[in-house]
């Protein structure tokens, strides 16, 4: 198992395959881009699916979710998922995505065992959509979703991040677009862990903020049809349901303390929080010869010293060095 001082386990763990991306998300890194991570210090395909089935065999691990940058960009995806989905206990696959490429492979992707995928999205508006991430790919999204649906992968979770004076106008057409197509909606608080660390608090729209743009429209009742558990969104029944919506405040109602997360670089490092300072190496240890229960016994370490949350509510927080770019969703 992966226990933590505070009795936490970790059993979610979040891959991030590469850093790079397609799209320039404004709330994520700069329009020209980022010094991308070396290719030799990357994982290979091989190292991963290692990393992965010792987490599974031997740390208590059963959901693996896909994460970037943009997982789509890494080419061999769909045999990564197939291997992992191989692992027993099999435990369960989601990708996040920026949906641009679930056209061309949702199908195969699901063949390969995915289960399920989270789409970012923050906007219905091409031009706004131009302008938060750089690049006229909205229609892509868009039948990425509709391909994803159409491929079985089940639920469809849209994730979308209002930016004040930017989309923040959105929260309800984009609800009633994901009811029409029955997608299942979360907002997310923006974060600070923007590469340009330009992040500003008053800039963030928050929770309360959404759910009272939403409220105007809808009727929202807590859900507690299901215990949120470790589940990072709060939802609420959407006009008596079934359908629902999520909000995940990070920063104004942080859930640090139920957190089952842990994380995977695309360069092997063990980040046991987001918003971790520090990291463990296994890319290290794995290349020189390591054996599984040593690197299991390393990554037992990382976690055991996670903290007690993310600290952004603390006047000492620091931002980490490492871009969400490079760290994954
Ligand atoms: S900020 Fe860190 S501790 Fe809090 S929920 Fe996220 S990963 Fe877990």
New binding site residues.
Partial sequence: MLPDSFGRIATDLRVSLTDRCNLRCAYCMPPEGLDWLPAPDQLTDDEVVRLIRIGVERLGITEVRFTGGEPLLRRGLAGIVARTAALRPRPEISLTTNGIGLTRTAGTLRAAGLDRVNVSLDTLRPETFRKLARRDRLPDVLDGLAAAAAAGLSPVKVNTVLMRDLNDDEAVPLLRFCLDHGYELRFIEQMPLDAQHGWKRAEMVTAQEMLAALGREFILTPDDSRQRGSA?AEAFLVDGGPARVGVIA?VTR???GT?D?VRLTADGQVRN???ARSESDLRGPLRAGADDAELAGAWRRAVAV?LP??GINDPSFLQPDRPMSAIGG
């Fill in positions: 990072p990070s942080p859930f640090c957190c997360r929080c987001l918003f996670k949350g993310h």
